[in-house]
């Protein structure tokens, strides 16, 4: 398989690398070329209720998939979680991977492979190639990832943030005026993520109307047919995000502020509704600077994964021993 350079992706290292994304549900494998040519892409179910080794081991078995061979000088990859870049550790982490807290992913994952790997959070690593997409040593990115939880990443004159522990960009666990008194999932009380992800605006329109619902999508549904409550309900955690966004980017200066995630994806009643907040929040140096959607697919975790191999810490084969 060849589908040509990635744009964002790790093209011009003259090595071979391979890019992993791991989610709560499957991880994504894809082999790169010395010129960011896509060789080989595998997809496999993540093994989240069998533990961190199991899982490491999955994430093994898929890099071996794409890369038979043993083209591969380095591999990258794109973690669910709190993620260490620098001590390659998993810092923290929600259940959906049972036992993924505390996890040595660089280590773990090299020694498995045998490859160098750099690591980090998901949503750093897909922002990634956001920030290479803008193409200046002092860019600035501002990156929110919309979706079961509410992600982001910060990129400060053209270097990602990534904080004491890879901290840098939760802005889910952020104060929200609108979740005041609501128990997020981090153990806290008033994070956005618990107003403003798909799960936290389902939970709002119960709230609202004492019906529950399964999922976003329901109450999507019911707000394009005019219900009252379902709007609300959507548009709240849409303005309770763009509140946030606005906030930051006057204390960050972006340059470009990007929401990507499954939420944003229902429609314009969102994306709307976000755009007003962060407008109202903003001084006027930065009026004009409007929240876009991702440059980058599907694709967007895996390049950013891959290219981390350019750009931080390599955790080498024999730590472990």
């Not at 398989?1 to 093209?11: A, D, I, K, R």
């Not at 270097?159 to 929200?176: D, E, F, K, N, V």
């Amino acid at each position: 398989m060849n589908t040509g350079p990635l744009p964002g992706g790790p093209q011009g290292t003259g090595a071979v690398v391979i890019g992993l994304d791991l989610g709560g549900t499957k991880i994504d494998a894809a082999l790169f070329g010395a010129d960011g040519t896509v060789l080989a892409r595998r997809t496999r179910p993540t093994p989240a209720g069998d533990g961190s080794a199991a899982v490491l081991d999955a994430l093994a078995a898929a890099a071996a998939e794409v890369d038979p061979d043993r083209t591969a000088t380095a591999l990258g990859i794109a973690a669910a979680g709190v993620v260490d870049p620098r001590t390659g550790m998993v810092t923290s982490a929600t259940d959906s991977i049972r036992g993924w807290a505390g996890t040595a992913l660089g280590a773990g994952l090299a020694h498995r492979t045998g490859l160098p790997v750099a690591c980090d959070n998901d949503v750093r690593a897909t922002a990634g190639p956001e920030l290479a997409a803008l193409d200046g040593e002092h860019a600035s990115l501002l990156f929110a990832a919309i979706g079961t939880g509410v992600g982001g990443a910060v990129a400060v004159d053209g270097r990602m943030l990534h904080g004491a522990s890879g901290m840098a960009g939760h802005i889910g666990h952020l104060p929200s005026p609108q979740a005041a008194g609501l128990p997020c999932t981090c153990g806290s009380t008033g994070h956005l993520e618990v107003i403003a992800s798909g799960p936290g605006i389902a939970a709002h329109y119960e709230r609202l109307t004492g019906t529950p619902v399964d999922r976003l999508e329901t109450v999507a549904g019911r707000a394009a047919r005019g219900d009252a409550q379902a709007v609300r309900a959507i548009t709240t955690g849409a303005a309770a995000v763009g509140r946030v966004l606005g906030g930051l980017a006057n204390a960050l200066g972006p340059d470009r502020v990007v929401v990507g995630g499954g939420v944003p994806r229902i429609g314009p009643l969102y994306g709307d509704a976000l755009a007003a907040a962060f407008t109202a929040e903003l001084m006027p140096p930065l009026r004009g600077l409007t929240p876009v959607a991702p440059l980058f697919g599907h694709d967007a975790a895996v390049l950013g994964a891959a290219a981390l191999t350019t750009t931080l810490t390599l955790h080498h084969p024999g730590a472990l021993r």
